[in-house]
């Protein structure tokens, strides 16, 4: 256990629909990254909050957004979903030397 | 931009067989430098950090070494437990960790 928390670890989903990934990060980390994992782009950043703010985004599309919350908590929320949105979603919390901790990570079918 | 090319893309070994993995980066400003291991349908797990040209560090069969443009990840004597994608990753400046498309690693008994 890394002690970043993922849930649902499997979701299935129609085109067109919106889902809500949750991440807790590991316990006094306040940042708390976003990942997507597919097949042949490997690990691409998508948003990055530190404690409720918003710090950096990377190529993250408009149909997706996200959300820290005072308990440090962080949702990624999809939307409009399309099968090439099918991936392996992971959240990370920062440490020190450690870089990242990483959580086991969503998978997200879109069918 | 930062980038990471990691090389080969899949490496077979035989119980034992030492080889090397590649990390070529182009950073402006290097903070650091991270080697994660992956095993399939799992979260990256963390294997090292390295700051500076010169450092080394190792665990168990795991070597990792940096240059001003490469790091290598060195296994000595593998063992099918040792299968996995390893991941590579720089950090610089402000922005998140980058990371390369990883090298799968087989290593047959």
């Known amino acids: 256990d890394s002690g970043v928390t993922q849930t649902p670890k499997h979701l299935i989903t129609a085109t067109g629909q919106r889902v809500t990934l949750r991440c807790s990060p590991r316990?006094?980390?306040?940042?708390v990254y976003w990942y997507q994992q597919s097949l042949d782009q490997g690990l691409q950043f998508l948003i990055q909050?530190?404690?409720?703010?918003?710090?950096a985004k990377g190529n993250i599309l408009e149909r997706f957004s996200a959300q820290q919350f005072p308990d440090l908590h962080s949702e990624l929320n999809l939307s409009s979903l399309e099968l090439g949105d099918s991936a392996l979603y992971f959240c990370a919390s920062s440490g020190q030397e450690h870089g990242y901790t990483f959580g086991s990570g969503t998978r997200l079918t879109v069918v | 931009e930062d980038q990471v090319t990691q090389s080969p893309e899949a490496l077979r070994l035989q119980e034992g067989e030492s080889s090397s993995l590649n990390c070529s980066y182009t950073?402006?400003?290097?903070?650091?430098l991270f080697w994660y291991r992956q095993d399939p349908g799992k979260g990256p797990e963390f294997l090292f950090t390295l700051y500076s040209a010169g450092e080394e560090k190792e665990k168990e069969r795991l070597k990792a070494t940096l240059t001003k443009k490469e790091s290598f990840l060195h296994i000595t004597a593998p063992k099918p437990e040792d299968s996995a994608t390893y991941l590579c990753?720089?950090?610089?400046?402000?922005?998140?960790?980058?990371f390369g498309k990883g090298t799968r690693l087989s290593v047959i008994a």
């Open positions: 990753a720089v950090h610089s400046g402000n922005t998140p960790l980058v």
């Open positions: 909050y530190y404690n409720g703010e918003e710090r």
């Open positions: 950073v402006s400003g290097l903070r650091g």
């Open positions: 316990s006094g980390d306040l940042s």
